[in-house]
């Protein structure tokens, strides 16, 4: 079975940092394409970020580019997604998906068969 759980989520004043972290289990990140999403109030969730372990390409929303990576220890099957220089604006609840049929990685939330149940990261001014 697939299972994809977040952890690291806080409150922080902006301009500081976050490390999500999302343990998965059911599958290796080293064959699939994992995205990071967000969705905040009243919002569509949106993709943040994604990386293809077996094609290699990557997307990252403009919004985070320059402030957030992407990294995975895969000996505990665990991948990062370091915030820095958080903003308000990045208040909303994180996601990370898992899509086990392509090759490649999408920013389409319905690209992705798994989820995670979310962590929440909050950014004051």
Not at 13 to 41: E, H, K, V
């Amino acid at each position: 079975e697939v299972q994809l759980v977040e952890s690291g989520g806080g409150s922080v004043q902006a301009g500081g940092s976050l490390r999500l972290s999302c343990a998965a289990s059911g599958f290796t990140f080293d064959n699939a394409a994992i995205g990071w999403f967000r969705q905040a109030p009243g919002k569509e969730r949106q993709a943040v970020l994604c990386i293809s372990s077996t094609d290699g390409n990557q997307y990252y929303v403009d919004s985070v580019k320059g402030r957030f990576t992407v990294s995975s220890d895969n000996a505990k099957n665990t991948m990062y997604l370091q915030m820095n220089t958080l903003k308000p604006e990045d208040t909303a609840s994180y996601y990370c998906a898992v899509d086990l049929v392509n090759d490649w990685c999408s920013p389409l939330v319905s690209m992705y068969e798994h989820w995670g149940p979310g962590t929440q990261v909050t950014v004051s001014s």
